[in-house]
């Protein structure tokens, strides 16, 4: 099969590779332009474009995917098939291009979750499983028909960043799947239950602001959710800081919502229903450190709260 991959981040490259050191032909890459990124904004390509060069492939970086220059790019390489892995809608003209369009690997059990940030939106929901879905591509977002599907089980610490990782295989596996359907002649096309449809929309920043009136769990699950990013995070003593790691023991000291207790090496905060422990926590433009690192260098005075 004659692929041209769509993806951009570090999840998408690990799919690339897969390709790569497949039977199928990579032709080409396309991927988003390079961004200015860390705290001096030096301009940075993609992990996809620096995998792509790493062998050798031409990389397009368009501006406008409706653009008649765009297409007449992706046509003289003739691929068969597009394979989209967290990249952007194609245009409706750009799915006809490809001689088996265009399928995408999607981290969900779709129909549930569809959009931006289907693994952050499985585990704020505090969800036991998840999965990858390979499906074609149309006109309408995470939508089309499904051929491939794998589960994934989302273990207690699970974080989005461990999740993903942890989708890199199965998704490989729904990938390989789904192209050998079509090489075959005998898609499953399975239509989706468009009215068992959820949603996933984009994480904003301000979601990471951490609610200790909400129950253990519901912020045990956020913190895992927006690890790395935005954080689940908190002014303490004055300070912002994130709450990297942390676990809901079943016995702890009786807090208010907020509150603060030290037990030894252990660090506890009241919630709405139940206790929130503690275990990897980050100062605002620190490293994330164990919590025995944190508590040595602040005062554990009476009162200390979360606000």
Request: glycine fraction near 10%.
């Amino acid at each position: 099969m004659k692929i041209v991959f769509m993806g951009t981040p570090d999840f998408a490259a690990h799919f690339l590779e897969h390709l790569v050191a497949s039977d199928n032909e990579v032709l080409a890459v396309v991927t988003q332009p390079d961004r200015p990124a860390g705290r001096g904004r030096v301009l940075t390509a993609p992990p996809v474009k620096v995998a792509a060069q790493n062998h050798g492939l031409p990389v397009l970086q368009p501006l406008d995917l409706h653009s008649p220059e765009f297409e007449a790019d992706l046509r003289k390489f003739d691929a068969d098939l597009f394979v989209v892995v967290a990249y952007s809608i194609l245009p409706k003209n750009i799915l006809g291009v490809a001689r088996f369009g265009a399928v995408n690997v999607h981290g969900s059990l779709l129909p549930k979750y569809r959009g931006a940030a289907p693994v952050q939106r499985a585990i704020a929901d505090g969800l036991a499983e998840t999965g990858v879905t390979v499906f074609r591509l149309d006109e309408k977002m995470d939508h089309g028909p499904i051929l491939a599907q794998r589960t994934v089980v989302i273990d207690h610490q699970d974080t989005t960043a461990s999740l993903l990782e942890k989708m890199v295989a199965p998704g490989c596996e729904a990938l390989d799947d789904a192209i050998a359907q079509l090489n075959n002649g005998c898609e499953k096309d399975l239509t989706q239950d468009h009215a068992q449809a959820s949603g996933a929309p984009k994480i904003k920043k301000e979601e990471g602001l951490l609610d200790f009136s909400l129950p253990a769990m519901v912020i045990h699950n956020r913190i895992r959710a927006f690890n790395p990013w935005p954080g689940g995070y908190g002014k303490l003593g004055g300070r912002m800081v994130y709450l990297r790691k942390t676990d809901t023991p079943e016995n702890g000291p009786k807090l208010v919502p907020g509150e603060v207790a030290f037990d030894g090496k252990r660090f506890f905060v009241g919630t709405g229903d139940g206790v929130l422990e503690v275990l990897e926590i980050q100062a605002e433009g620190k490293k994330p450190m164990p919590v025995a690192d944190f508590m040595r260098g602040i005062q554990k005075r009476e009162g200390l709260a979360f606000c």
